[in-house]
């Protein structure tokens, strides 16, 4: 089957594994075939040319923590499937079977260059259920994944603790939030061990009954998804730092409001960080400190930073402006665009799919006005998969056969 080849030519280019290439060209089907200097480009005729006039390209920009689909734009309750507050506990939900793509997050993000989000449960649950990085846009979420599931969400300190008080159940302190992810850890690596000396033994060992939610940690324990630990404060940081460390898990810290109080912790521990949202009212006790500071002072010390809006307490479009205002109050300005490209799905495993322009991973692509950590920075088009999926109909981009 032929493919419909594309190019973006005279391009300001930002492939995200080295240097910026002035007048650049980008060669795609669905996957990126080359980008790069005009000079090195295979000689493939291409079915459609864009030239973009020396306007910015990057990869599509990614949000390594949010909830869209799940907390639904102007829907309240019909739409609120984000926290299945009735059980502290729950491995076993999926974010793929609460995503709605026809929420407006989604078209909303392809307007602003944003094309993979890594979306899941929230923070009510000590132990929240899995992640999801998936497209943002389709009719049908199976056709969106990219990763599912890709992470394990854990939340730490006040969130867990205030919806249980309510409830007069467990958890109603920081003890029995980590109390209640060790016993799901210990229980869950007991039923890998049966489970172990069944399938290379079958005649000498009984296989263990199903349990949908010890099932549900094998990837966690195989360190084939890591754990996304919401937390806040330096104290519950340093809590998900230990439990990864006890049960020697991959993980990542979520939000990091504090993190410049343990960057010495976070560097030791080389602990990738997804940090946001940060611009808003502090609307609770955990974020009395939270500052632009941490987005310098984490990236500063060599750690892979990602920033994320945490949809809908952000909404989705504005992840380029998080970016913005971390540029403002100091970071590198190349490192800011990492962390919405490359760092963002490195910090998410999802780097073999997604976040530079390398061959062979998919052809997203944004282009903008000017590089997107600027303030007046305008996305112009987005492709996902390789298809144009916006075009500002304003600007003048040429297209030839």
């Given at each position: 089957?032929?493919?419909?080849?594309?190019?973006?030519?005279n391009?300001?280019?930002?492939?995200?594994?080295?240097?910026?290439?002035?007048?650049?060209?980008?060669?795609?089907?669905?996957?990126?075939?080359?980008?790069?200097?005009?000079?090195?480009?295979?000689?493939?005729?291409?079915?459609?040319?864009?030239?973009?006039?020396?306007?910015?390209?990057?990869?599509?920009?990614?949000?390594?923590?949010?909830?869209?689909?799940?907390f639904?734009?102007?829907?309240?309750?019909?739409?609120?499937?984000?926290?299945?507050?009735?059980?502290?506990?729950?491995?076993?939900?999926?974010?793929?079977?609460?995503?709605?793509?026809?929420?407006?997050?989604?078209?909303?993000?392809?307007?602003?260059?944003?094309?993979?989000?890594?979306?899941?449960?929230?923070?009510?649950?000590?132990?929240?259920?899995?992640?999801?990085?998936?497209?943002?846009?389709?009719?049908?979420?199976?056709?969106?994944?990219?990763k599912?599931?890709?992470?394990?969400?854990?939340?730490?300190?006040?969130?867990?603790?205030?919806?249980?008080?309510?409830?007069?159940?467990?958890?109603?302190t920081?003890?029995?939030?980590?109390?209640?992810?060790?016993?799901l850890?210990?229980?869950?690596?007991?039923?890998?061990?049966?489970?172990?000396?069944?399938?290379?033994?079958?005649?000498?060992?009984?296989?263990?009954?199903?349990?949908?939610?010890?099932?549900?940690?094998?990837?966690?324990?195989?360190?084939?998804?890591?754990?996304?630990?919401?937390?806040?404060?330096?104290?519950?940081?340093?809590?998900?730092?230990?439990i990864?460390?006890?049960?020697k898990?991959d993980?990542?810290?979520?939000?990091?409001?504090?993190?410049?109080?343990?960057?010495?912790?976070?560097?030791?521990?080389?602990?990738?960080?997804?940090?946001?949202p940060?611009?808003?009212?502090?609307?609770?006790?955990?974020?009395?400190?939270?500052s632009?500071?941490?987005?310098?002072?984490?990236?500063?010390?060599?750690?892979?930073?990602?920033?994320?809006?945490?949809?809908?307490?952000?909404?989705?479009?504005n992840?380029?402006?998080?970016?913005?205002?971390?540029?403002?109050?100091?970071?590198?300005?190349?490192?800011?665009?990492?962390?919405?490209?490359?760092?963002?799905?490195?910090?998410?495993?999802?780097?073999?799919?997604?976040?530079?322009?390398?061959?062979?991973?998919?052809?997203?692509?944004?282009?903008?006005?000017?590089?997107?950590?600027?303030?007046?920075?305008?996305?112009?088009?987005t492709?996902?998969?390789?298809?144009?999926?916006?075009?500002?109909?304003?600007?003048?981009?040429?297209?030839?056969?």
């Amino acid at each position: 089957m032929k493919m419909n080849i594309k190019m973006i030519k005279n391009a300001r280019l930002f492939i995200m594994t080295g240097a910026e290439i002035e007048n650049g060209t980008v060669i795609f089907d669905d996957k990126i075939i080359y980008a790069g200097a005009p000079d090195g480009a295979p000689g493939i005729d291409a079915d459609e040319v864009y030239d973009v006039h020396g306007m910015i390209v990057t990869p599509g920009l990614i949000d390594a923590h949010c909830h869209a689909g799940m907390f639904e734009d102007s829907m309240g309750f019909e739409g609120d499937d984000g926290n299945e507050d009735t059980d502290p506990v729950t491995p076993q939900l999926r974010a793929i079977d609460g995503i709605n793509p026809f929420d407006r997050a989604f078209p909303d993000a392809v307007k602003a260059g944003v094309t993979t989000v890594v979306t899941g449960p929230g923070s009510a649950n000590p132990v929240g259920g899995q992640f999801a990085a998936v497209k943002t846009c389709g009719s049908c979420v199976d056709d969106m994944i990219v990763k599912a599931p890709c992470a394990m969400k854990m939340a730490l300190g006040e969130n867990p603790k205030t919806v249980y008080n309510e409830k007069n159940q467990a958890p109603a302190t920081r003890m029995g939030t980590a109390a209640l992810i060790r016993e799901l850890f210990m229980e869950a690596a007991e039923y890998k061990e049966k489970l172990e000396k069944y399938e290379s033994d079958s005649e000498n060992n009984d296989k263990p009954d199903f349990d949908i939610k010890l099932d549900a940690m094998l990837p966690v324990l195989s360190r084939a998804i890591p754990v996304k630990f919401h937390a806040h404060r330096a104290d519950d940081i340093c809590t998900a730092i230990r439990i990864a460390k006890e049960f020697k898990i991959d993980f990542t810290i979520e939000h990091c409001t504090d993190g410049e109080r343990v960057a010495d912790v976070l560097v030791r521990e080389n602990a990738p960080v997804n940090l946001g949202p940060t611009f808003g009212d502090r609307s609770k006790i955990e974020l009395k400190d939270m500052s632009y500071g941490v987005y310098k002072a984490l990236s500063d010390r060599g750690l892979s930073v990602s920033i994320i809006t945490d949809h809908p307490e952000i909404t989705i479009e504005n992840l380029p402006f998080c970016a913005v205002m971390a540029v403002k109050h100091g970071m590198d300005k190349y490192k800011a665009l990492e962390a919405i490209t490359s760092s963002a799905a490195q910090n998410c495993r999802i780097d073999d799919r997604v976040g530079t322009l390398s061959a062979g991973k998919d052809a997203d692509i944004a282009v903008f006005t000017k590089p997107p950590t600027d303030f007046d920075a305008e996305c112009v088009m987005t492709f996902i998969n390789g298809r144009l999926e916006h075009k500002d109909s304003a600007l003048n981009i040429g297209l030839s056969e």
